[in-house]
C-alpha cells in the first residue's frame, strides 16, 4: 500500500495568506521520512514577507505557476535580483549535488585554476563505487581547471573531495566544508549547511530554494564558472599508465532549452532530484531553483524548463521579494556578543539573529512542510531527468541513469 502525499495544513498565522503549491502527483509515490527543521520567523521572511510561507506564493495577477512534483521551488532574475515567485521557498530540504554550486561558491575564488594537485586514495575511499565520479586515479595528478570541470560536467564527487581538501588548506577536506559554511553565511544563506562537499547526504545537512538562488546568483556572476558550466564536452590529459579521456556535460537543458547557459542536477535518494539552472531570453536572465521532484512525468529537467517558461512569461516588473545581497547580510549582522548579552529574546544563533534586525518582529514563523522521499541512506545516486522546451511534449533525457 503507498503511502498518500502529504499536503501541508496552512498554518495559523501567516506573514501572506498560504496558497497550496500547484503540484502533481508522481506515478508512484515515495514513502515519507522525517521532516527537516522548521525555519525560524525571522528566516522565513528573508527578501520579503511574502516570501514567509510553506506554500505558494506568486505576484498578484499572475498566470498560474505550473504543477509540479517539486516539494519546493523558485524563479528569481538573477541581475535585478527580484523573486518571481516560489514554492515554500525557505523551507530545508535536502540538497543532493546542487551542494557542488556552494563548493564553487567558496572555493573557486581561492584556487589557481593552473595548479596540479595529486589525488590520494583518501580523496577517493568513501565514495560508494556506483557514485557520480569524474574518473580521478590515486597518484594521478590534475589541474584545478580540470577537477572544476569534472566537478560541473560529471558531478564528480572525486573531484569535490580533492577540490575540498586542497581548498580547505591545513584543515583538509574539513576546513573545505567549513568554508562552504563560511560562504553560505556570508550570502545569507540561513538554511544552508554542509556536511559533505559533494552533496552525498550527510547528517544535519539541508539547504532551501531560496538560498541556492542566492549561490547561483554568486556564482554566475563568476565568469570562470559560467565558463565551465556551459562546457559540454572537455578533454583530461593522460596520466602515466592512464590515457586522457572526455567528458561530456549531462545537464541536457543545454541543448533542449533555448538560452540555458548552465545548470546543475542532483538526485540522491533522501533528497530526490534537485536541480539550479539559468537561461537567458530577451536580455534577462532568469534562474530556478528545485527540490525534491521525482523523475517522472517530466522529471527536475521537465519541471525547471516548465517554470522558466512561467517566468519568462511574466513582465519584467514582477516580482514577490528579492534576494538579499552579501551586502546587505553584513551590514545587518549584529555582534555575537550582543546575542550573548541577551539582546535578542529568542537566543537564537547569529545568522537568524541578524534578520530581526531588517525585518522587524512581524515576520511569523510557518509550520515545515513534509518531505516525501525514499529512507535516509547515504548512497547517492543521479536519476534522470527529462529536459523539455515545452512542458507538455517531454524529450527524452539521453543521459541514462547513474549514481550520484
Known sequence: MTTPALVPAAPARAAAPYV?????????APPPVPSPPPVGPADLAVGGESLATPGLSIP???PAAPAVTATSWLVADLDSGAVLGGCGPHERRTPASVQKMLLAAA??????????????????????????????????????ESLW???????????????????GGTAGR??????????????GANQTHAATP??????????????????ARATYARPDFRRYVATRVADIPA???RPGFSITHDNTLLDHYPGTLGGKTGFTD?????YVGVAERDGRRLAVTLLGAETAPLGSLGEAAALLNWGFALSPGASVGRLVTPDEKKKTDRPVAQVKAGQHEHAAPARSVSWVAILGPGAVGALAVLLLAAPWRRRAARAAGQAVADPIAPVPDHRGSSRA
Open 239 to 241: 596520466e602515466p599508465g
Open 20 to 28: 497550496p503549491c500547484p503540484a502533481v502527483k508522481p506515478p508512484v
Open 174 to 187: 574539513p576546513g573545505g566544508v567549513q568554508a562552504m559554511n563560511d560562504e553560505a553565511h556570508r550570502l
Open 60 to 62: 498578484a495577477g499572475a
Open 107 to 144: 572555493l573557486m575564488p581561492r584556487l589557481d585554476p593552473a595548479q596540479v594537485v595529486e589525488v590520494t586514495r583518501a580523496d577517493l575511499q568513501d565514495l560508494d563505487p556506483a557514485s557520480s565520479v569524474m574518473g580521478l586515479v590515486p597518484g594521478g595528478r590534475y589541474s584545478i
Open 198 to 215: 559533494s552533496g552525498l547526504d550527510g547528517p544535519g545537512q539541508y539547504t532551501s530554494a531560496y538560498d541556492l538562488a542566492l549561490i
Open 270 to 274: 533522501l533528497a530526490r532530484q534537485t
Open 149 to 167: 570541470l569534472g566537478l560541473l560536467l560529471r558531478s564528480g564527487n572525486d573531484a569535490a573531495n580533492v577540490l575540498a581538501r586542497v581548498g
